[in-house]
């Protein structure tokens, strides 16, 4: 089955920025739209954004518009999550997920392949 890994994740101060990464293996991502959510201790996971199968429409909470962007290349069979100005409620950890239909939701049950996550954590 589809397998993704998230990569990218680490220590950052406010008002910095990372590149997360979820890879995808065994199958190409061509014909999933692909989801970021995020879990913070303590928290139910919320959706951050999610980008449909060909990469023509995004989503995106409202706590991340204006300083998340996700982006897709489908020939490296991998999804980017761009994140500028971060602060630390941002702070989670950060999940990718696919689902095989073209357009995407933030709604998490929707989605059925997951990653294992990769640690985002912002702080001075």
């Known amino acids: 089955q589809l397998q993704l890994v998230e990569s990218g994740g680490g220590l950052v101060q406010p008002g910095g920025s990372l590149r997360l990464s979820c890879a995808a293996s065994?199958?190409?991502?061509?014909?999933?739209?692909i989801g970021w959510f995020r879990q913070a201790p303590g928290k139910e996971r919320e959706g951050v954004s999610c980008i449909s199968s060909n990469g023509g429409s995004t989503n995106y909470a409202g706590s991340v518009e204006g300083r998340f962007t996700i982006s897709r290349d489908n020939a490296k069979n991998t999804v980017y999550l761009q994140m500028n100005s971060l602060k630390p409620e941002d702070t989670a950890v950060y999940y990718c997920a696919a689902r095989m239909t073209s357009t995407c939701t933030l709604a998490a049950d929707l989605y059925r392949f997951w990653g294992q996550g990769t640690q985002v954590t912002v702080s001075s």
């Open positions: 065994r199958f190409r991502l061509n014909y999933y739209a």
